[in-house]
């Protein structure tokens, strides 16, 4: 049993793990506790809790947000499913590990502190000749306490990974996810109709690796796993939490019912793309020719330009190539854009 901390009476008489993780930016010491219903539960560093149920479990899922600071509506919801648990309100059935990636990220109001967590999954938190910095030495810390666990989950558990943010842009279609690349696997249904109990209709096929964290646990842990993205970037206070009001419900449900039943799949229910390319900004004097207003998902006619790197322009080769998370001030060597073309359910879906 572990030291039981100063903070830990708080804690259990609030449920206020995210200001506890605020107050406590890159650590926090570790305690475990049990709920009244047998619940346990352990803090395992600032932004990481888990929540154990009596029982035999069948999913271990891990839910995470705050991987960019300033994305806030999923830092509530999953706020007040922590809150909820804690306070009793909320039993579960299934195992569940909830993560704010970058608490003081979510206190200086930006992505990130210094570098871009979500570039630093799978490995590339270590890169020979590059400096450490916090966010590495987070983004390592996290995939350590991920593996940590699922390796103690209960043996033939599904694993899930669901990393929730929302865009920096404005979107053509408001909530959409990236299903990691899977090296071959195919595509679960099952999964897409989640989602759309999420309220999530459209979602991207990734054809490459990735530094993300869903593509890390995915990956690495066989989980299912996406990056959700449920709308545009607003400060706290701001978000009208009535429009994730589903996906609130549907998280809700995976982890407090032992099985839940989602509708039959329609591939008419859903709009899929397929990643046509991705394009790096490789030079300092990178630009877009569209505002800074355009959303996620507006489509370019063949032969428009859709970037400049240096003396480099790009164009649209394929007609109705769409943007997604056009960003001209990412680090050089980043992906600055990524373009997609529309994807039909096909054999590789099951």
């Known amino acids: 049993m572990l030291a039981k901390p100063d903070y830990l009476n708080e804690l259990i008489n609030s449920g206020d793990f995210l200001t506890l993780s605020r107050d406590n930016e890159w650590h926090l010491e570790a305690s475990e506790f049990a709920l009244e219903n047998g619940t346990h539960v352990t803090v395992h560093d600032t932004g990481v809790i888990e929540f154990q149920p009596q029982g035999i479990t069948t999913k271990d899922v891990v839910l995470s947000s705050a991987v960019h600071g300033n994305e806030t509506a999923p830092i509530e919801i999953c706020d007040e499913l922590i809150k909820t648990i804690i306070k009793g309100e909320l039993a579960l059935n299934q195992r569940v590990l909830f993560i704010f ?89 099952s999964q897409l109709q989640f989602l759309l109990s999420c309220g999530v209709n459209t979602v991207l096929m990734m054809k490459s690796p990735a530094t993300t964290f869903s593509y890390y646990s995915s990956f690495v842990h066989g989980a299912d796993s996406f990056t959700v993205e449920l709308g545009q970037v607003k400060p706290f206070g701001e978000n009208d939490m ?109």
Request: hydrophobic residues 35%; glycine residues 6%.
């Open 242 to 350: 009535a429009r994730f009001a589903k996906t609130k419900q549907t998280l809700t449900a995976l982890i407090s019912q032992k099985e839940v039943q989602y509708p039959q799949f329609n591939a008419s229910d859903f709009e899929l793309f397929a990643v046509h390319r991705t394009i790096n900004r490789t030079q300092q004097d990178f630009s877009f020719p569209f505002s800074d207003d355009a959303e996620n998902f507006t489509g370019f006619a063949k032969g428009e330009l859709l970037a400049t790197d240096g003396d480099t322009p790009y164009y649209a080769d394929v007609e109705g190539e769409a943007i997604i998370f056009p960003n001209a001030h990412v680090a050089l060597g980043q992906r600055a854009l990524l373009t997609v073309i529309p994807m039909q359910v096909d054999s590789n879906f099951v």
């Open 101 to 189: 990636g970058n608490p003081k990220s979510i206190n200086i109001g930006l992505r990130f502190v210094e570098e871009n967590l979500n570039r630093l999954f799978n490995g590339h938190h270590t890169v020979e000749g590059v400096p450490m910095n916090d966010e590495r030495k987070r983004a390592a810390k996290l995939e350590e306490y991920v593996t940590d666990f699922f390796t103690r989950g209960e043996q033939g558990s599904t694993r899930y990974h669901y990393d929730l943010h929302t865009a920096i842009r404005g979107s053509k279609n408001e909530k959409f996810a990236v299903y990691p690349y899977l090296h071959g696997k195919p595509w679960k249904k």
